[in-house]
């Protein structure tokens, strides 16, 4: 059981949730899908939080900034190469809800999920936040005094219905949510691209993760019922239409959560720079064919490359087939996606493995892949809509047995970006 579920008496949602259980080595079939649950809608998610908000501070909440979390559909490891991604914002979500705080000089966050309440001087703190999470909220307020938007004491409440540490961006929903809800507490309006760079700061400056700009570009300018084209080097983008809801997207946590401020994430990072520089190119994303025959001294750097140059071509592929509707092509390229992170980027792990391997082998899965920056987390997959319950049912009872221990299962559909409300719920 995870702990936000813990804390609150969640009422029931629209989506899908399957919990599977297994209580002991002696794994009994009974035991595999206990129930199947719901997780809250936004509605009920922001009604949590303004009921969370009396109990815990005794003040109605004024002002909210929600962010949703993103799976990515394609496009891994190649933001910070300069290349192209293609993620979804969905509806997943964390929500902000604050009131005028009534300790001077200071902010009070609650978080919900974690059940810890954190302390932020007004004047600002180290940097160095002893709650990890507190220092994407520190990060953005921080990053937002530096452009002149002084937030005042506020007490606030944070809800989720994002799984941490499942590389559904749960952290850069956090950022965007804080930066929506300085917003709006201060009566100013930022641009996208100013919330956007704030938020990548307190990613890297501050929880130190030397993050691309995927995340948080999606969370902020998702669209319902599409994926975002990010051009990563020229910071362009367009909105594809997703294939239609005769095709569902399951989301699937591994069970293993990552921390990609371990360092892993950096090294990935590093050896990407060094395959560049020794080919003489500015960046990965003008890698040809002979660039990685050329690494032939270079076993490791030749297989990132190859990740790198591979999927981009699988980034542009899956956008022609989004928009001529070829699912078994869009399916075909997911599954092609992981092989390259498996085996040439190194950044599975055979958890995850097995969970993508027994969601391809399941009737009516177009393909599986790993999503997000990897070393655990969750797998997206790619099903026929008249299935997805089936399919859901018999992956997860499955990896269940496998893992013994319960997975999380989501179907996900893809919504708007982040925004801000002066509010009373
Ligand atoms: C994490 C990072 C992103 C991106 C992905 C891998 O999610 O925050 O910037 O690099 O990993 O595609």
């Known amino acids: 059981m995870y702990a936000y579920r813990e804390m609150v008496d969640w009422p029931a949602g629209r989506k899908h949730w399957l919990s599977g259980s297994a209580t002991s080595a002696t794994f009994k ?5 206990k129930m199947i649950e719901t997780t809250p809608s936004l509605n009920e998610l922001i009604e949590q939080a ?17 962010a949703p979390g993103r799976v990515n559909l394609i496009g891994e490891h190649t933001d910070y190469n300069q290349g192209w991604v293609l993620p979804i914002a969905i509806d997943l979500y964390t929500v902000l809800v604050a009131a005028p705080g009534t300790v001077p ?10 059940g810890e309440q954190a302390i932020l001087p007004l004047a600002g703190g180290d940097g160095r936040h002893p709650l990890i999470w507190m220092r994407y909220v520190e990060g953005v307020i921080t990053e937002y005094r530096n452009l002149g938007v002084m937030c005042k004491e506020m007490d606030i409440v944070a809800v989720s219905s994002l799984p941490m540490g499942g590389g559904l961006s749960s952290s850069a929903a956090l950022a965007l949510a804080t930066a929506h809800l300085i917003e709006a507490a201060t009566a100013q309006t930022m641009t996208s691209e100013e919330r956007i760079a704030v938020s990548v700061s307190a990613e890297r400056g501050y929880a130190g993760v030397p993050c691309g700009i995927m995340d948080q570009t999606v969370v902020e300018l998702g669209r319902a019922e599409h994926a975002l084209l990010l051009d ?16 569902s997207m399951l989301v699937i946590h591994s069970g293993v959560t990552h921390s990609l401020a371990s360092g892993a994430y950096a090294a990935r990072r590093g050896e990407c720079e060094l395959a560049a520089t020794k080919l003489g190119l500015s960046s990965l994303r003008f890698l040809e064919p002979d660039h990685i025959n050329a690494l032939g001294d270079h076993p490791v750097l030749m297989k990132r490359a190859r990740h790198v140059m591979t999927e981009n071509r ?9 928009r001529s509707g070829d699912k078994h092509c869009a399916g075909a390229l997911l599954s092609e996606s992981h092989e390259s992170l498996r085996d040439d980027f190194a950044v599975s792990c055979d ?6 391997a027994l969601a391809q082998a399941e009737e009516g899965v177009l393909g599986a892949r790993m999503t997000g920056g990897g070393f ?3 797998v997206i997959v790619l099903v026929r809509s008249e299935v997805v319950d089936a399919a859901a049912k018999a992956i997860c009872r499955r990896y269940t047995e496998y893992a013994g221990k319960p997975t999380q299962c989501f179907t996900v559909d893809a919504v708007a970006g982040a925004r801000k409300m002066n509010t009373s719920v």
Do not use: Y
Not at 29 to 33: G, P, Q, T
């Open 376 to 378: 655990g987390g969750c």
């Open 232 to 247: 990563c080097q020229d910071e362009i983008f367009s909105h594809v239409p997703c294939l239609g809801s005769h095709i």
């Open 351 to 356: 958890s995850v493995d097995r969970l993508v």
């Open 29 to 33: 079939e009974k035991h595999v899908l």
């Open 314 to 322: 699988r980034v542009h592929a899956m956008v022609t087939a989004l």
């Open 105 to 114: 000089n200071t902010i009070r966050v609650f978080s919900a999920s974690l």
């Open 50 to 66: 303004g009921e969370l908000l009396r109990l815990q501070f005794g003040t109605e909440p004024t002002w909210m900034g929600i």
